[in-house]
Nanobody, 121 residues
Framework: QVQLVESGGGLVQPGGSLRLSCAAS????????MGWYRQAPGKQRELVAA???????NYTDSVKGRSTISRDNAKNTEYLQMNSLKPKDTAVYYC???????????????WGQGTQVTVSS
């Protein structure tokens, strides 16, 4: 099986920065798509950013220009650098991996446990 472990959340002041990390472990050969989602209280989970193995990125409009998603394929780890954070960025952030090629075959749609990001003065 695959496990995802997130880190890097916390409390930050408006205008500050955070870097989230998500490490995938298990008998993994490759991961096609890695992404970050977030869920604020009372709202649906939404895509923040995604990155395919080939390098195609997708960002939600509200974070474009402020956030950068990246990955280290050798470490099966993804990152989300968030700058100029705003209170509306406050949410639980979840990493997601999809189409994971493993010794047990192809696995789909794995989620991390979530990490809280709070932007407040």
């Amino acid at each position: 099986q695959v496990q995802l472990v997130e880190s890097g959340g916390g409390l930050v002041q408006p205008g500050g920065s955070l870097r989230l990390s998500c490490a995938a472990s298990g008998s993994i050969f490759s991961i096609r798509r890695m992404g970050w989602y977030r869920q604020a209280p009372g709202k649906q989970r939404e895509l923040v950013a995604a990155l395919t193995r080939s390098g195609t990125t997708n960002y939600t409009d509200s974070v474009k220009g402020r956030s950068t998603i990246s990955r280290d394929n050798a470490k099966n780890t993804e990152y989300l650098q968030m700058n100029s954070l705003k209170p509306k960025d406050t949410a639980v952030y979840y990493c997601n991996t999809d189409r994971i090629r493993t010794t047990q075959g192809m696995l789909y749609n794995y989620w991390g446990q979530g990490t809280q990001v709070t932007v407040s003065s």
